[in-house]
C-alpha cells in the first residue's frame, strides 16, 4: 500500500526554522524524483522545490532561495524539506510528491506529472 506520511510543520516565528519529513512506502521512491509544493489560502499551489532521484540537482522557487534545502534520503525512503529564516509569508500547507517523468532531472512546479501527492503539512509562521 503506497503511503506518503508528512511530519514537522507546526508554528514557527518569523525568523525560526522548521524541518518537514515525508516517508513514503508502497513504491521505490529511489526511481522518483521529489517535490515540495505548497498552497497558501486563497492562492494557488506552488512549486517549493524539487530533487532529482540521485539527489544532483536540485531546484528552488525564488523567495525560499537561500533559506530551504531540499534532501532525500532513500535507504529511509524519505524526503526533507529544511525551512531556516522563515517568514509570514511562508505560511501554507506544504505538500511533498514524487513523480517518475523527470528522468534524471527535477521538475519543480511541474505538478501535472507528478505521480503521488502527501496530505499535507501547515506551517504558520507568526509571532
Known amino acids: 500500500q503506497l503511503q506518503f506520511v508528512e511530519s514537522g510543520g507546526g508554528l514557527a516565528q518569523p525568523g525560526g526554522s522548521l524541518r518537514l519529513s515525508c516517508a513514503t512506502s508502497?513504491?521505490?521512491?529511489?526511481?522518483?524524483?521529489a517535490g515540495w509544493f505548497r498552497q497558501a489560502p486563497g492562492k494557488g499551489r506552488e512549486g517549493v522545490s524539487c530533487?532529482?532521484?540521485?539527489?544532483?540537482?536540485?531546484d528552488y522557487a525564488d523567495p525560499v532561495k537561500g533559506r530551504f534545502t531540499i534532501s532525500r534520503d532513500d535507504a529511509k525512503n524519505t524526503v526533507y524539506l529544511q525551512m531556516d529564516s522563515l517568514r509570514p509569508e511562508d505560511t501554507a500547507v506544504y505538500y511533498c510528491?514524487?513523480?517518475?517523468?523527470?528522468?534524471?532531472?527535477?521538475?519543480?512546479?511541474?505538478?501535472?506529472?507528478?505521480?503521488?501527492w502527501g496530505q499535507g503539512t501547515q506551517v504558520t509562521v507568526s509571532s
Open positions: 530533487i532529482s532521484r540521485d539527489g544532483n540537482r536540485t
Open positions: 510528491a514524487a513523480t517518475f517523468a523527470a528522468g534524471d532531472a527535477c521538475l519543480r512546479g511541474q505538478t501535472l506529472f507528478y505521480d503521488y
Open positions: 508502497g513504491f521505490s521512491l529511489d526511481l522518483y524524483a
